[in-house]
């Protein structure tokens, strides 16, 4: 059974920083491109990052790019996002993909990913 479970949402003040993980079991980790993506009510879920299997190429939405970091440590089955500076408009559920992605063009797009998790809550208040 493939699970990816996210933690370490939470309420911040607008500034503030969370890390949020994402351990995946039930598949090969290191054979997956992984990525963030975030939903706020009401609007499409978007890209916020993603990473490839060794971790050499990351990539960032504009919207976050410059105050979040995405890691994995493979042997540890987790996926990593850590956000600083965060803002209201970074208000969300925080959920993690898993995909056996292969071009760049991919990474943002939902569809190519084949494993999701529940998500985790991001609330950011002013």
């Known amino acids: 059974q493939v699970q990816l479970v996210e933690s370490g949402g939470g309420l911040v003040q607008a500034g503030g920083s969370l890390r949020l993980s994402c351990v995946a079991s039930?598949?090969?980790?290191?054979?997956?491109?992984m990525g963030w993506f975030r939903q706020a009510p009401g609007k499409e879920r978007e890209y916020v990052a993603a990473i490839s299997r060794s971790g050499p190429i990351i990539y960032y939405a504009d919207s976050v790019k410059g105050r979040s970091t995405i890691s994995r440590d493979n042997a540890k089955n987790t996926v990593y996002l850590q956000m600083n500076s965060l803002k209201p408009e970074d208000t969300a559920v925080y959920y993690c993909?898993?995909?056996?992605?292969?071009?760049?063009?991919?990474?943002?797009?939902?569809?190519?990913?084949?494993?999701w998790g529940q998500g985790t809550q991001v609330t950011v208040s002013s």
């Open positions: 039930g598949i090969t980790f290191s054979s997956y491109v």
């Open positions: 993909a898993a995909g056996m992605i292969y071009a760049a063009s991919d990474f943002p797009r939902l569809g190519a990913y084949d494993y």
